[in-house]
């Protein structure tokens, strides 16, 4: 999809007849974004989050903000942006993709894979935590940049989006917990669009006053809220977000691979993109394994969680071309080559990483977990990591 999009921007025929209002591009993609976070959202179980709380924690916060604090030291130092950009290409990369780890757990899962040691749920629950808080960290970081005002200020700024968005999607989560009733007929249809609503509605509208963080939080929130109440009818509500995710993914990542035109990219700067790219993963990869030492893991399932950390994708997709779309809008031209190496960063991580990582979950998961029977383990709540 990436590489359609890419095409076509690049390709002279192609991009004479094919073309897209910026806006329009702009919209789509905000719209996958509140699609992916609804999903992500939806997938947070309470229940096992209590469970594996520890080792979810460690999983989700620490490899994301190694990752992070890695490529924003390495980006001041090979690509010469100023730190505040350094941190947000840093956040951009540091998200690892959902819409490749889940599937590909999920395929280990029904075989038996890991399922003794929960090695599946966990890593299903932690990339949705991931993906909070590279979203967040992205927010804050995007607000720094293009706010004027004092630092203290802005960062005010963002806790106070970060504050409306919890405080709205609570009230909304509690309100999609009994509207519409469960009596009525296609009720999962009913709450799956409803939701869907309110949530892009959210997004779009808090981009368009200003709290650019509020949105996304508010998306969480609310969906995590609401799939509290509805237990086992929660999956019926998912089928139906997952087929609305079948219709913006293309649009998504062909839209994201349109924004690379060829003509504007430095050499060399291609070149410190990706190695920008491989040092970060590699930090990540290191410190995910340091971290699962302390979990009763043992040494394969170490590794395999390590490298099954590895691919990014949506979050990229969605991260990248924003900040270039407020240079943009603003026109602040002389923002406009940091703009553009923070989407090829985002472009590149995607290339790199989302191909590899399914192949390596694919491959090595067979190889090292452990397998059972699946029907030996009645739920996922089963499930008990060793302290």
Same mark, same amino acid.
């Given at each position: 999809?990436?590489?359609?999009? +890419? #095409?076509?921007?690049?390709?002279? !025929?192609?991009?004479?007849?094919? %073309?897209?209002?910026?806006?329009?591009?702009?919209?789509?993609?905000?719209? #996958?974004?509140?699609?992916?976070?609804?999903?992500? &959202?939806? &997938?947070?179980?309470?229940?096992?989050?209590? @469970?594996?709380?520890?080792?979810?924690?460690?999983?989700?916060?620490?490899?994301?903000?190694?990752?992070?604090?890695?490529?924003?030291?390495?980006?001041?130092?090979?690509?010469?942006?100023?730190?505040?950009?350094?941190?947000?290409?840093?956040?951009?990369?540091?998200?690892? *993709?959902?819409?490749?780890?889940?599937?590909?757990?999920?395929?280990?899962?029904?075989?038996?894979?890991?399922?003794?040691?929960?090695?599946?749920?966990?890593?299903?629950?932690? %990339? *949705?935590?991931?993906?909070?808080?590279?979203?967040?960290?992205?927010?804050?970081?995007?607000?720094?940049? +293009?706010?004027?005002?004092?630092?203290?200020?802005?960062?005010?700024?963002?806790?106070?989006?970060?504050?409306?968005?919890?405080?709205?999607?609570?009230?909304?989560?509690?309100?999609?917990?009994?509207?519409?009733?469960?009596?009525?007929?296609?009720?999962?249809?009913?709450?799956?669009?409803?939701?869907?609503?309110?949530? $892009?509605?959210?997004?779009? &509208?808090?981009?368009?006053?200003?709290?650019?963080?509020?949105?996304?939080?508010?998306?969480?929130?609310?969906?995590?809220?609401?799939?509290?109440?509805?237990?086992?009818?929660?999956?019926?509500?998912?089928?139906?977000?997952?087929?609305?995710?079948?219709? !913006?993914?293309?649009?998504?990542?062909?839209?994201?691979?349109?924004?690379?035109?060829?003509?504007?990219?430095?050499?060399?700067?291609?070149?410190?993109?990706?190695?920008? $790219?491989?040092?970060?993963? *590699?930090?990540? $990869?290191?410190?995910?394994?340091?971290?699962?030492?302390?979990?009763?893991?043992?040494?394969?399932?170490?590794?395999?969680? #390590?490298?099954?950390?590895?691919?990014?994708?949506?979050?990229?997709? $969605?991260?990248?071309?924003?900040a270039f779309e407020t240079?943009?809008?603003?026109?602040?031209?002389?923002?406009?080559?940091?703009?553009?190496?923070?989407?090829?960063?985002? +472009?590149? #991580?995607?290339?790199? @990483?989302?191909?590899?990582?399914?192949?390596?979950?694919?491959?090595? &998961?067979?190889?090292?977990?452990?397998?059972?029977d699946p029907r030996d !383990?009645? %739920?996922?709540?089963?499930?008990?990591?060793?302290?």
């Amino acid at each position: 999809m990436l590489l359609a999009g +890419f #095409a076509i921007r690049n390709i002279r !025929f192609l991009s004479e007849i094919v %073309s897209v209002n910026p806006l329009w591009s702009s919209t789509l993609r905000n719209m #996958a974004l509140t699609v992916i976070l609804v999903r992500a &959202g939806l &997938g947070l179980d309470p229940k096992i989050l209590k @469970t594996m709380k520890g080792v979810c924690l460690r999983l989700s916060i620490g490899p994301c903000l190694t990752e992070s604090f890695s490529a924003a030291i390495i980006s001041h130092y090979l690509l010469g942006f100023p730190w505040e950009w350094g941190f947000l290409v840093g956040f951009v990369v540091g998200a690892v *993709s959902p819409a490749v780890v889940v599937p590909s757990m999920i395929m280990l899962q029904e075989k038996g894979y890991g399922i003794q040691k929960g090695i599946p749920t966990l890593l299903m629950a932690a %990339s *949705s935590l991931d993906d909070i808080l590279a979203i967040t960290g992205f927010n804050v970081c995007i607000s720094l940049i +293009f706010s004027t005002g004092s630092i203290v200020h802005n960062i005010l700024s963002s806790l106070r989006d970060i504050v409306i968005g919890v405080l709205i999607g609570a009230v909304l989560g509690i309100f999609v917990r009994y509207f519409p009733n469960r009596e009525q007929d296609h009720v999962h249809l009913k709450r799956a669009f409803l939701i869907l609503g309110l949530c $892009v509605s959210a997004v779009l &509208g808090s981009n368009r006053v200003g709290l650019h963080a509020a949105g996304g939080l508010c998306t969480l929130v609310l969906t995590f809220m609401a799939g509290m109440s509805w237990a086992s009818e929660k999956v019926s509500v998912q089928h139906v977000i997952a087929v609305a995710w079948d219709v !913006f993914q293309p649009l998504l990542f062909g839209l994201v691979g349109s924004e690379i035109n060829v003509s504007a990219l430095d050499t060399n700067a291609l070149g410190t993109a990706v190695a920008t $790219v491989i040092l970060a993963v *590699s930090a990540r $990869v290191c410190f995910t394994f340091l971290l699962m030492s302390f979990a009763g893991f043992n040494i394969k399932e170490k590794i395999f969680i #390590a490298l099954a950390w590895l691919p990014k994708a949506t979050v990229q997709a $969605v991260l990248g071309p924003l900040a270039f779309e407020t240079v943009r809008a603003i026109s602040a031209t002389e923002l406009e080559h940091y703009a553009m190496d923070v989407m090829t960063v985002a +472009f590149l #991580a995607i290339l790199i @990483t989302a191909p590899n990582g399914a192949l390596i979950i694919g491959i090595l &998961g067979p190889k090292v977990l452990e397998r059972h029977d699946p029907r030996d !383990f009645k %739920s996922e709540l089963m499930t008990v990591l060793p302290h």
